[in-house]
């Protein structure tokens, strides 16, 4: 198990950015086949075979998904989402960096398989220099006939648009990215109707994430059946996991699900830093709840790693040594939502502004202990009752930890200083 590189197979080749590059390591062959082996119908199947789950956050199930989309309403839409902002979160970036065209050509098979004529790609605004990248690449596939009027002689058309978001965090949720693209404040709408029946314009709509796509090429040229047997019963593939934090080597590892968290730590991150101890982790990024050093044996698996009471999420894993405050990290991660929250419902709003006011004082040392169990019925005030999941999500991390580190929360009360932080200072003093 282990590493296992299949969408980073060719990253570090010179030139890959270039469509002759890319064609010359087989590049836009599963565009080919996609298109002369496979109706839009069993195309749909191959990937509902595969067992592709997407790589977005909630882990549905890319050809069920697909397949939700009314027969015979046209025109429909397709959206990459590359607005990638959860914090911690970069291997969509690197995907877009390394392998632009990869991309690209899994966008393709999917307007394909969809039969949708005009493809998104939507991106964070702070990318900038991957957007600029992009748009140079399907230029380049457009002149050489891979995207536009007749793809590869094939009579299915597909133009693709590059669109730069303006850096709001909520624009990754698939409702808001689609207003933002109609050109309103990006802001999410009420579901259902879910985008697969009214989306864009009012459309069939979907939403698939940048590394869900760049699978495509890969099921397509080596079949459902091939993919589903890497990793586990549940979670096939490989995933890209963004490794940052209190590590020896931080960053973007493509990892066969399955493989045990601890070997993606010791392995691949070259464990943690310092010869310090592993205090806790986050398995899927800022949304997700802390997970502990005993949650080191799980598999990389969705489900295990579920039960276990967090999420993989969008794959970015932050590893947080000894001399780590709890109170802190949770302080900045509220701070991150309330900047983000955008203000379209009153639990998100006021209550990210509230956790935010509460966690500042607990950091400083001037919480009371009753005040410490009004930020506990403030987050239940919003987990499950905003209206999108970023409200929800505001309260998972700090819950987690102060269920996990209740003594540590208990210690900030009245201390006048963070005790954590005076405690490590004098650890990595001594
Ligand atoms: C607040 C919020 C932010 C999100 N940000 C992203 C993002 O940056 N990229 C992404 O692919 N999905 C993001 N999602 C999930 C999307 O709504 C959607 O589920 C996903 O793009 C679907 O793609 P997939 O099926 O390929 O995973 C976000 C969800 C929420 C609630």
Not at 16 to 41: D, M, N
Not at 50 to 70: E, M
Not at 207 to 218: D, F, I, R
Request: aromatic share 8%; proline share 5%; glycine share 12%.
């Amino acid at each position: 198990m282990g590493e296992h590189k299949l969408l980073t197979e060719h990253f570090g080749t010179e030139g890959l950015q270039t469509l002759a590059v890319y064609e010359r390591v087989g590049g836009y062959q599963g565009l080919r086949e996609a298109l002369s082996r496979f109706t839009p119908e069993t195309l749909i199947d191959e990937v509902k075979a595969s067992g592709l789950r997407g790589r977005g956050g909630a882990g549905f199930p890319t050809g069920t998904k697909w397949g939700f989309l009314p027969k015979d309403v046209f025109p429909r839409y397709l959206c990459c989402n590359a607005d990638e902002s959860e914090p911690g979160c970069f291997k969509d970036r690197a995907l877009i960096d390394e392998n632009p065209h990869q991309l690209i050509e899994g966008l393709l098979i999917a307007a394909y398989a969809l039969q949708v004529n005009t493809a998104f790609i939507y991106i964070r605004g702070e990318y900038h220099d991957q957007r600029l990248l992009l748009e140079r690449c399907v230029e380049e596939a457009r002149a050489a006939g891979h995207i536009g009027a007749n793809v590869l002689g094939s009579g299915f058309s597909c133009d693709v648009i590059v669109h730069g978001g303006a850096g709001a965090y909520i624009c990754g949720e698939e409702t808001a990215l689609i207003d933002s693209l109609e050109g309103y404040r990006g802001q999410p709408r009420l579901k259902p109707p879910f985008p697969a029946l009214k989306g864009l314009y009012g459309k069939p709509t979907v939403v698939n994430n940048v590394e869900t796509l760049s699978n495509l090429p890969h099921i397509v040229q080596r079949g459902g059946a091939w993919f589903k047997q890497l990793g586990t019963e549940k979670s096939a593939g490989t995933r890209l996991f963004c490794c940052s934090g209190h590590i020896n080597r931080p960053g973007t590892y493509e990892i066969a699900m399955g493989t045990p968290i601890r070997e993606l730590l010791e392995e691949e991150c070259g464990g943690i830093w310092k010869d310090r101890s592993i205090k806790a982790f986050q398995p899927g990024g800022g949304s997700m709840q802390v997970l502990l050093p005993e949650h080191l044996d799980l598999p990389l698996d969705m489900d295990a790693v579920a039960q276990a009471g967090s999420s993989l999420g969008a794959g970015a894993m932050v590893f947080m040594d000894e001399t780590t405050c709890m109170v802190n990290v949770s302080m900045r991660l509220v701070d991150f939502y309330h900047h983000e929250s955008c203000g379209k419902c009153a639990p998100c709003r006021e209550g990210t502004y509230f956790e935010s006011d509460l966690m500042h004082r607990l950091e400083a040392g001037h919480l009371t202990l009753e005040e410490l169990h009004t930020l506990a019925d403030i987050c239940d005030n919003m987990n499950g009752k905003c209206f999108c999941p970023l409200g929800d999500t505001a309260t998972w991390f700090v819950m987690s930890a102060f269920k996990a580190f209740r003594d540590e929360f208990e210690a900030h009360c009245g201390a006048g200083a963070c005790p954590v932080r005076t405690a490590s200072a004098q650890l990595v003093t001594a």
